[in-house]
């Protein structure tokens, strides 16, 4: 009765080892899966980013200088019908002048709302990259301790052996 009681109890460990063997080679599967999916995701962002760059610098940004060119002309246009002399030193030329200056502001706070979300989405995906390698490590942790809890288990079934003067999974 001891001696089967034994036996099952090695085979148990036995089937323990085998089972952390498997539990730590799906760790670091997961692990590595994990970190794949991130990578591209964070790929995917920096695509975004550049494609978001590349569309302000070819389409927003002259149609907004297009659409300044208009506004002024506009303006210079009504000033003259007004009667109004454009020379130096004169209220029209003043209005003008401010015109220019807060079209050029405008443009300045466009360019730089674009380069903070261009540099947002980079570090976006610089973050989810980091996540995938966090999750890599995590996988080979997991399967660092798999390994000792298996490591464990042989030298438990190791012991009980010596103890019974015989291998015990059988």
Do not use: H
């Not at 970190?35 to 790929?43: G, H, M, P």
């Not at 760059?53 to 003259?80: A, H």
């Not at 029209?92 to 261009?118: G, H, R, W």
């Not at 947002?120 to 973050?127: A, E, F, K, P």
Request: charged share 20%; glycine share 6%; no cysteine.
């Amino acid at each position: 009765m001891v001696q089967t009681k034994l036996t099952i109890i090695g085979w148990q460990k036995f089937m323990s080892f085998i089972g952390n063997l498997a539990a730590a080679s799906s760790a670091k599967a997961i692990g590595k899966y994990n970190a794949s999916v991130a990578y591209q995701e964070a790929l995917y962002e920096r695509k975004k980013a550049a494609v978001k760059e590349q569309v302000y610098n070819s389409v927003e940004k002259p149609r907004l200088l297009d659409q300044q060119d208009q506004q002024y002309s506009n303006f210079f246009v009504q000033s003259l019908r007004s009667g109004a002399e454009m020379r130096a030193g004169t209220t029209p030329m003043f209005v003008a002048l401010k015109n220019k200056q807060l079209q050029s502001f405008d443009l300045a706070i466009s360019d730089y709302n674009s380069k903070v979300t261009v540099n947002d989405m980079i570090n976006q995906s610089m973050l989810i990259e980091a996540r995938g390698r966090g999750e890599e490590f995590k996988g080979k942790m997991t399967a660092n301790t798999e390994y000792m809890k298996a490591a464990g288990s042989l030298l438990s079934m190791g012991s009980q052996s010596q103890s019974a003067g015989r291998l015990v999974i059988v």
